[in-house]
């Protein structure tokens, strides 16, 4: 069974950071292009970061130089590291891979 399942969220204060993982299974998670999508209340999806199998990265603008994804191959897992958190971050973060799966999601919530 495919399953990619999130971790790490929770409720933190602005300037604060945050890691998410993602543990990937049941697929060879190696092969995919893995990524990062948001969600905040009353808006579309949108992509944060995304890494190709090689290691390449693509971030939107408004998390550029604040989060960081990287993958490790060997252990199936996706992670996001974010900094710098502001308000505006506040969303659930799903994580996405194995070739067009998506995890439940991970509630992040920036506030004082």
């Known amino acids: 069974q495919v399953q990619l399942v999130e971790s790490g969220g929770g409720l933190v204060q602005p300037g604060g950071s945050l890691r998410l993982s993602c543990a990937a299974s049941?697929?060879?998670?190696?092969?995919?292009?893995a990524g990062w999508y948001r969600q905040a209340p009353g808006k579309q999806r949108e992509m944060v970061a995304t890494?190709?199998?090689?290691?390449?990265?693509v971030y939107t603008d408004s998390v550029k130089g604040r989060f960081t994804i990287s993958r490790d191959n060997a252990k199936n897992t996706l992670s996001l590291q974010m900094n710098s958190l502001d308000e505006e971050d506040t969303a659930v973060y799903l994580c996405?891979?194995?070739?067009?799966?998506w995890g439940r999601g991970a509630q992040v919530t920036v506030s004082s």
């Open positions: 996405y891979g194995l070739g067009g799966y």
């Open positions: 049941g697929g060879i998670f190696s092969l995919y292009t």
């Open positions: 890494i190709t199998r090689y290691g390449t990265t």
